[in-house]
Nanobody
Framework: QLQLVESGGGLVQPGGSLRLSCTAS????????AGWFRQAPGKERTAVSC????????TYSESVKGRFTISKDSAKNTVYLQMNNLEPEDSAVYYC????????????????????WGQGTLITVSE
């Protein structure tokens, strides 16, 4: 049973940076494509960035491309999201999820059908 826990959220000023962590237990993230998704109040949950099982492939939404970077550390069984040049529009609860076995990062970011969701971590970008 794969379990995911997010951390690293908080309050940051526009233009600032945060790094989110998603640590897995129960199974190795090397077996799964994984991704970060976000949900603002009154909005649907949308894909932010996804990474392939081996870490070689990455996908980003147009709104975060060039500002966010997704990565994996197999030794720590953790997926990271480095968030730079944050904007108020980035404010949301951020969730990580792991895809069914065999799914690509592209498929995961197109259709967020995950085996497990984390509990979410809140990011607020404000003066």
């Amino acid at each position: 049973q794969l379990q995911l826990v997010e951390s690293g959220g908080g309050l940051v000023q526009p233009g600032g940076s945060l790094r989110l962590s998603c640590t897995a237990s129960g199974l190795s993230l090397d077996q799964y494509a994984a991704g970060w998704f976000r949900q603002a109040p009154g909005k649907e949950r949308t894909a932010v960035s996804c990474i392939s099982a081996n870490g070689a492939g990455t996908t980003y939404s147009e709104s975060v491309k060039g500002r966010f970077t997704i990565s994996k550390d197999s030794a720590k069984n953790t997926v990271y999201l480095q968030m730079n040049n944050l904007e108020p529009e980035d404010s949301a609860v951020y969730y990580c999820g792991a895809a069914p076995t065999g799914w690509s990062n592209i498929a995961l970011c197109l259709v967020p059908k995950v085996e497990s969701w984390g509990q979410g971590t809140l990011i607020t970008v404000s003066e």
